[in-house]
């Protein structure tokens, strides 16, 4: 197996014999080329111009020998087409927070070709030059929810839980309408060359399993059989969910993300033969080298019961020295996880 | 068993007929009576003036059947007198994060009579006129490190979590002086007439098992052995810490406080035969009455396997209407778990 397909290879089941490894956020404002270009640029201008996506999304590769690019957008990214005004500063804020049955009757759901051609552009582009696999990415429909609701990032998304439980119906033909507009998304992105797809469904761990399977499930059921016929691994991350493994182990879908809280090795019978992403603390990049040793080789060791990709258990934090970064993916690159496994059964 | 004790009896192990409610941050926000209050008054001049946090203390119970109170304070409460400055705008700021090892040292520890008098005439006004057992509390340690390094709130605490990396001996030394100091604080109110003690660790769940187990336990439970000769019982609280319960069980405690995620039927085998406190979902407040009734039925229900103090899972929101509050006060006043059980094993 060459190197350049040991990322599909663990996304598609296989134990392979080191660990993938990529960075959630690898392509952002810890990299002082990434700040260079932001200067420069404000979000929507680095998202829409696909030289400039292409270049983010190429950045963390020249520095790192990482198994997998993941394209520079944000999951905010096809909702203004349905005609919700988006700022970052730097967390996304809601011109207009959706809160009423009417509001939510009014949205759009724009054409698979108008919801964000300059994404397709710039998978050609960095498909041309990207030496490892390109995965493509959306957030969930709940997530995208909760913010469109809340109007922005919240401490508890007061507004957003209260709005479903007030308007249940209402806020199933949201979650209906971003369904659709995520299949034509993320097809699309298939379409112009994304290799794989994760699916970001950063507040579904606010929710109890009741209300996942009422509210997040069904939706994230029909994006993953949307993609099934294309053939590529599918990712789906959700934060703060070990209350809901149970129902997220039903999700087709063959690679699960977990935060850094608990250890893969406790969290894989949970999943049932999924491919496990994790689960390194962000904060962990923030200390000392002997630290950061210790700890990524202990996710390693945590992660040999089955295929594991290695990765953070959320974003990469801004003041992360790429120095580090460098260090944990020389580190994890070496860690030989069939000698390991066969040392400690010998 | 009289009424007034039904809280007691509970906290106490007791697997009571009917289960005893109070609502975390039931004297808040979605009170007028409160507001009236909070309209001329900073919340350091309630916080501190007695009468007024004997009054606002006392404002739920006039309004709903609660059987228990609880002090009107902030978890901040006890810090000024260690050398910082907060401010409430509304959550929690301080003037200058404590950031360095330096700055960890210059912090006091003030006498037990130095750190809140005002607490201790509050609570002796309180005992003179409540009908109920009255709730002391304070923030565990870990938690009130994570505000005072990170300076507020935040939405990932990534100050806080990097610090914890790079600096663990000067986070030790922080956390030994908040012990201290919260010994310190929750006997003077024990000792002023408070009958039980909640120790809020909110964010506790931001960690793994191991970063507990170095940063949060040991405090935890130099706090709790501290308050072992008052005899009255001890609660804890932890939020999102599905994955913590392994050593909270192990903690000196006799109630865990379970937020909403995870129902307490799950819950419960995991806490080994401690009382269970809570765990509707806040948000179940803003819906309409019947899934006000049915939601709190479901956690009585879920409830019924040993001991159980009904709340919420996590404050009361402040758009709350009172009335539902009410409604589901009476609700829970109403249910015999003993006819329920005997009905559900014939």
New interface residues.
């Given amino acids: 197996m060459t190197d350049t397909s040991l990322f599909l290879a663990a996304a598609n089941g296989h134990n392979t014999e080191r660990a993938p490894i990529w960075i959630m956020r690898q392509a952002g404002r810890y990299l002082p080329e990434y700040r260079a270009i932001k200067a420069k640029h404000s979000f929507w201008e680095m998202a829409r111009t696909p030289e400039l996506a292409c270049e983010i999304t190429l950045q963390p590769l020249r520095r790192f020998g990482l198994d997998a690019a993941i394209l520079f957008q944000d999951i905010m990214t096809p909702l203004p087409p349905m005609g919700v005004k988006i700022e970052f500063a730097p967390?996304p804020v809601f011109a207009e927070p959706v809160r009423s049955a009417r509001a939510i009757d009014a949205l759009r759901v724009p054409g698979k070709d108008e919801i964000a051609p300059f994404v397709a552009e710039a998978i050609k582009l960095i498909r041309e030059a990207c030496p490892v696999p390109l995965i493509g990415f959306g957030g969930a429909p709940l997530t995208l929810a909760t913010y469109m609701i809340e109007g922005g990032?919240s401490?508890?998304f007061?507004a957003f839980?209260?709005f479903?439980?007030?308007e249940p119906e209402a806020a199933h033909r949201l979650l209906d309408k971003l369904t659709e507009v995520s299949i034509r998304y993320l097809t699309m992105q298939v379409e112009a060359g994304a290799q794989a797809i994760q699916l970001f469904d950063s507040w579904a761990?606010l929710?109890?399993?009741r209300?996942y399977r009422a509210f997040a499930k069904p939706y994230n059921r029909r994006i993953f059989e949307a993609l099934a016929p294309y053939r590529i691994p599918r990712l789906y991350l959700a934060v703060?969910a070990?209350?809901l493994y149970g129902e997220i182990k039903e999700l087709p879908c063959e690679v699960v993300s977990v935060d850094?809280?608990?250890?893969l090795s406790?969290v894989r019978p949970l999943l049932g033969g999924k491919t496990l992403q994790g689960n390194l603390?962000?904060?962990?990049l923030?200390?000392?080298k002997g630290?950061i040793a210790q700890e990524a080789e202990r996710v390693l060791r945590e992660g040999l019961g089955g295929p594991h990709i290695f990765n953070l258990g959320?974003g990469i934090?801004?003041?992360t020295d790429p120095d580090s970064v460098a260090q944990l993916v020389e580190l994890v690159r070496r860690y030989d996880r069939v000698k390991v496994r066969e040392a400690s059964a010998s």
Avoid at 260 to 263: G, I, L, S
Avoid at 281 to 284: E, K, N, T
């Fill in positions: 967390g990032s401490k508890d007061e839980r209260g479903l439980r007030q761990g929710h109890d399993a209300s703060d070990l209350h850094w809280r608990a250890p406790q603390d962000p904060a962990v923030l200390a000392p630290v959320h934090m801004r003041q």
